[in-house]
C-alpha cells in the first residue's frame, strides 16, 4: 500500500520533506506540490515527483492525496489543517499547530468532533534515536523516577527577525514538547531568567527557561540563539540513581593542527536528519492504517500553552502558571 | 516507479532486509520470498510482505520480481546470481560472492557477457555514515594522502562453527571490502601476526593482518571474535596531516554505578543498521535506473582474492602477494 | 628553604593535608601535629612526620612552626585563625573562614590590621587544571565575554547528618568561590529552585541555585548530594563565540561487559588530588615569600555571604540580594 | 630529611628537571649544577637553586650532593652512570642508558658488583597515570590476561637531525620499555614494517612496529613522528575480557567555530608532566632510603636491546630475534 502525499509549501522544511519522503521513507509517494511562489513548487516537484497544483485547496481537495503535509506559513496552520480533518485526510503540519492556544482549540474541537486523530503536529525530537533512548532508559525505571531534566539549546546565529519572544515560542518550544513527551507530565509553571546578553546579537539573548512540570521536576532550558559556533542541542536527564546524556551526533573526530574533536553543524536538519526520516515513517505508518504517532494535535496545543506562559513570564519576569484546557478523552 | 522486490533466504540477514524494506525504504515492495525452510519465508512475508514461493528459481524467474536479495547459504550464491544475471535482474548478494576467486570470475565473466552492471554484493560498510565520512575527509585532501589504515574489528563471540580461517574469510572480508573502496587501490600482499590466543575459544584468535596496498599504505586489522565485552569496530585513518576515527554509534551516555559511558551492541545489526537501511535504498535506486552503487561484482572477486592470499598466509605465516585477474573495463 | 607546617586537625582533610604535604609538595614539613583525638594525631605523624603536640594552641605557639595548617572542625576555624594572625603564622584554613559573615569580618578586621595577609581559604578548586584552563580561556578573550555558567555538583550519598541547609552552605558554597574567581564578580543575589527530592534521602535533594553576577552573567549550580553513582562535578563556560567544559578526569578508559566508559570516583578526593597538591605547594611557596596565593579571608567572608543569602532564598523561596561590606584594600 | 641533587646537563630535558624538582617534589634541594655550556647551567641555577660547578666531576665528587641527575648528551651517559656507581650515589639517568647493549652491560656489571641498586632510567611513563591505571587493571586479573597492545606515538615534526633509525633507538623505545613494564616480559623479537612515508619528512616515517612478547603477546607501535597536528601517544592493552584505553590528557574541551574537541600539545612535556613529577618523587623517596623505583640499568639494557633488534629489522626487513644477556639476581 503507497500514501499518496500532497505537499503544502515547498520551502526549506517543505523541500526537507519532499527530499526524504522520496529518497528514504517506504510506502509513501509526492503526487502534489504547492506554495504561494509556484517556481519553488515546480523545482520540488522535479526533483521529488508529484504534480505542481494551483493552491493548498487544491492539494488537500485532490482525490489522488491520501493524505497532507502543511509546511507553509504560521499563519496558515490552522485553517490548513481544518480543512484537512474536513476533508477527513491526515495531515503532518509543521509546528507550531495554531498561533494562539484559541487556535489550537479549535483544531482540537473539530478533530474531535470527527472522533479521530488525523492530526500530527511536526515535533520530529519525539522520533530522534537520542530522546528516544533516553526515554526508554527513564522507562525502564532502572534509574529510577526523573527528577531533572537540564537542556541546551543553541543556534549559531538567527535570523535578523528572530526576537526575545520568538526564542519561547519557536525554539524553546521544542524543549516545551519534549519535556512533556518525555517525562510524561505536563508544565505547570514557566520562569524566564534574562543573563546579559551577547554584544553579537539585538536580543536578550541568551535566556535560561524553567519548567516546573506538574509532579515537581524541573526543567531547566538554556535557549541561546546566535551563540556562535554552531548548532548545538543538549540534553541530561537526571533521576534519583543515574543520569542520561544525549550525545551529539557525529560520525567520525579528526585530530588536525592540535584539534581532536568533531564537528557541530551550521544548522539543526543534520542534527536531527534521522528524526525527520523516522518521523515522516511513522506518520507516513499511521497513515496506512497504523496507530497514531508523534505529537498530537493536544500536544501542539499544550506547547503553545507552554509558549504562552513563557512569554508572559518573560515579560513580567515572574514565575506564571500554564493554564490548559480539560483533555479530550480523544487524547488519551 | 516501486521496485518489487523477491527475497532468497529468510534467516537473520534475509529478514533483516526485509524489515528495512518494508519499513525504511522507499521505492520499493517486498513481493515474494523463498527459504529452504518454508516456515521462515512465511513468517518474513507475515511480517514484511510477499507471497512465499516455492524455491530460489521461483524468485528469480517470476515476472512480477524487477530486483532480486540473495541472502541464502554462501555456496548457493554463484548459481543464484548466474540466474539473476541469466534473468536479466538486478542482484544485491550477501557476501561472499563466491565461495572461491574462480567463482566469483564465472560472475564476472557473465556480467561483462551481458555488457552490463547487475550485481551488487552487499558489503554494507560502505554505505556506513562513519566510513563515508571518513573517504569524504581523505578525498577532501584537507588531510594529505593517506598512509596508514587502523581497524579493530571485534565480535562479542563467535559461532561455535567459526574458525581461524572463517576469522579471515567471513570476518576480515569486510576490512579487506573497505580498505579497497576507502583507499581507492588494491591489496597487494597480505600477512598475517598471531598473537597468542584467547583461553576462551578454540582458535587463533585474534589474528592481526596487516595489508600492504599498491601505493604503499598499510592496514592494520586486528580481529577478535570472542573479545566477550560486545560487537566493535573501530577504524582509523592516518594521512599525513592529520587522522580521522570512526566514532561508534551510541545516542546516549549513561551516568550510573560509579561509570560513565554507552553500550557496546551484542552484535553487528544495531552497528551498521544505518549502513544496512542505506545500502538497500541505493540498490534501489539504482534497480530503478539510477547508477550502480556499492560493491560491484568485481569488489566481491576482489575480496575473495585477497582472502585467499590471507588465509594462505595463515597457514604458511609468510607474507603472501594477491593475484588477480585483469580488470575488465565494465568495472572502470 | 623549607616552611615548616604544624597542622591542627587530623580527620580526612587533616591526613590528607599531611600525606601530600609530605609526600608531592616540595619545600616543606610536616614538625607538629594536633588533634582533640591524639590517636589520630599520633597515626598522621607517625606516618608523614612530625611530633604529637597537646593541643591547637601548641602548634601555633611552637616555634618551630613557620606555618599553620587548620583542619579541625568548623566552629573552631574562627579563633584559630585569630590566633594564627596574633602569632603572625600564614595560615591555610578549610572552608568555611567562619561560621557566619561576621566571623569572617572579625578576621578581616584583624588581618588588615596586621596589613599583610596571611590567611588562605581552602578553596582547592581554584588550583583545579580544568577551572585554571577556563579560566585561562576566559580571560584570553578568544571566546568574547562569559555569559553564563553552568555548574553540577554531585555527591554519590550525603553523610548521615547532612541537611537541606547543608547543601548551600557546605556544598553549593564551592561554586559560590569559583564563580567569584573564575568570573571576576561578586554574586549580586541568589535564587533556588526546588524540584521534587530524590525518595533515597531525607532533605530537598537536589536542588537548583541561580547567582546573578554584578555584570549579569547568571550562573546555575544543580546541587545533588545522593545522586547514587559516584563524585562527579562538571561545569560549562558559555560565552558570546564559544564555551569551555571540564573534562572529568579519567586515565583510561574500560571496555567491559558492553560497557565502554570511565568511572567515577566515590567521593572528591580523586576528583581534586591535583587541585590540593597544587593549592598546598602555592601555600607553601607564599609561606616562603612569595605572593598571597588561593582564596583571601575576604573570598572566604564573600563565600560565606552568598551561602547565607542562599540559606534564605532556600527559606523564603524568593530571590534573596547579598549584602556586602566594603572591601578593605588590602584584598585589592 | 632533605636529597641534595646535583644534575649534570641544563638543557630541555635538565632545565625541566629542576623546575619539577624545586617547585614540585618534596624532600629535594638542587644543590650543583653543570653543563658544557655554562651560562645554560647558570640560568637553570638562577631559577631552581644550587650552586655552578665546573663540571660532570665536580657535581659527582660534590661531598654536598646526595644523588644525582644526568640528563647531558647520550654519549656522556656511560662514563657518568660509572661514576655515580663508584661514588656509591643514587642516579637518575636520562634515556639511553647506554649507546649500546655492551655500554649498558658495563654498568649492570659495575652496580652488580656494588651490589645494590643504584640506578635508574628516565623511562618516565612507568609513572604516568594512564599506564599505570592501564597496569592495576591489568594486574586485577578482571579482564583475564593480555593478549595485545596497541600503541601509538606520534610526534608533530622531528627535529632536522632525526633519522628513520633514531625512530626506533629513540622514540619507540619508550614503548619498548613500557611493554616490557606493563606485560611483564620480555619482547622476544621485533619486525618493522614500512608504509609509504609521508612527502613531508626525509625519512621512513612513519613505521609500525610489531614486538612478539616471550609468552605470546603482540605489541603493534606505530611511530610517527611527523604527523603535523600535535604529540599524540595512544595505547590500548587488548586482554580476553576487555580492553583498557589511555585517555588523552585534556582538562578542557571546546566548543568554537563548528568545533567541539579538545587540544593536543606541541611536544611531550605537558603530555607527560605528571609523569615526570612523580618519577623524581620517587626517585627522591627511593634515594632517601625508600625501595628503587621506576626502571633499572637491567631495564635500560633490555630496552637497548629491543632497539638494538629493531634497527637490525628495520635494515633487513625480517623479523629479528631479540638477545639479551642472562639477568643478574640483583634486578629481580
Not at 493548498?56 to 485553517?79: F, L, M, Q, Y
Not at 526564542?167 to 531568567?193: P, Q, S
Request: glycine letters at 10%.
Amino acid at each position: 500500500m503507497t500514501i499518496k502525499v500532497g505537499l503544502i509549501g515547498a520551502g526549506v522544511m517543505g523541500g526537507d520533506h519532499a527530499r526524504i519522503l522520496s529518497t528514504s521513507v517506504g510506502g509513501a509517494e509526492l503526487v502534489a506540490v504547492s506554495d504561494a511562489d509556484r517556481a519553488r513548487a515546480e523545482a520540488v516537484a522535479a526533483s521529488y515527483g508529484g504534480g505542481v497544483v494551483a493552491d493548498a485547496e487544491a492539494v488537500i481537495g485532490n482525490d489522488a492525496v491520501d493524505a497532507v503535509i502543511v509546511a507553509s506559513p504560521d499563519p496558515t496552520h490552522k485553517p490548513l489543517v481544518l480543512a484537512c480533518l474536513a476533508a477527513g485526510k491526515p495531515v503532518l503540519c509543521e509546528k507550531p499547530l495554531g498561533l494562539t492556544t484559541d487556535e489550537c482549540l479549535e483544531i482540537i474541537a473539530a478533530e474531535t468532533a470527527l472522533g479521530k486523530r488525523l492530526v500530527q503536529v511536526g515535533f520530529m525530537r519525539r522520533f530522534d534515536p537520542g530522546y528516544v533512548a533516553m526515554k526508554t532508559t527513564l522507562d525502564s525505571g532502572d534509574l529510577g523516577q526523573a527528577l531533572m531534566l537540564h537542556c541546551v539549546h543553541r543556534n549559531e546565529t538567527a535570523a535578523s527577525y528572530t526576537t526575545s519572544e520568538n526564542m519561547i515560542a519557536n525554539t524553546a518550544v521544542h524543549e516545551m514538547d519534549i519535556a512533556r513527551w518525555l517525562l510524561g507530565t505536563d508544565v505547570a509553571r514557566v520562569t524566564v531568567v534574562t543573563p546579559r546578553p551577547t554584544r553579537l546579537a539585538r536580543m536578550q539573548d541568551p535566556q535560561i527557561l524553567l519548567f516546573h512540570m506538574t509532579d515537581g521536576v524541573v526543567v531547566t532550558v538554556e535557549v541561546f540563539v546566535n551563540c556562535q559556533y554552531g548548532y548545538d542541542v543538549r540534553g541530561e536527564l537526571v533521576c534519583e540513581k543515574g543520569t542520561a546524556t544525549l550525545t551529539p551526533p557525529h560520525d567520525i573526530t579528526l585530530r588536525q593542527a592540535r584539534h581532536d574533536g568533531f564537528g557541530h553543524p551550521a544548522d539543526w536538519r543534520p542534527r536531527f536528519a534521522e528524526a525527520y526520516r523516522v518521523e515522516l515513517q511513522a506518520w507516513i505508518d499511521a497513515a496506512a492504517g497504523g496507530p497514531p504517532a508523534g505529537a498530537s494535535a493536544w500536544d501542539g496545543y499544550a506547547a503553545t500553552a507552554v509558549a504562552e506562559a513563557g512569554l508572559a513570564a518573560l515579560k513580567s519576569g515572574a514565575t506564571t502558571e500554564v493554564t490548559m484546557a480539560d483533555r479530550p478523552g480523544l487524547y488519551d
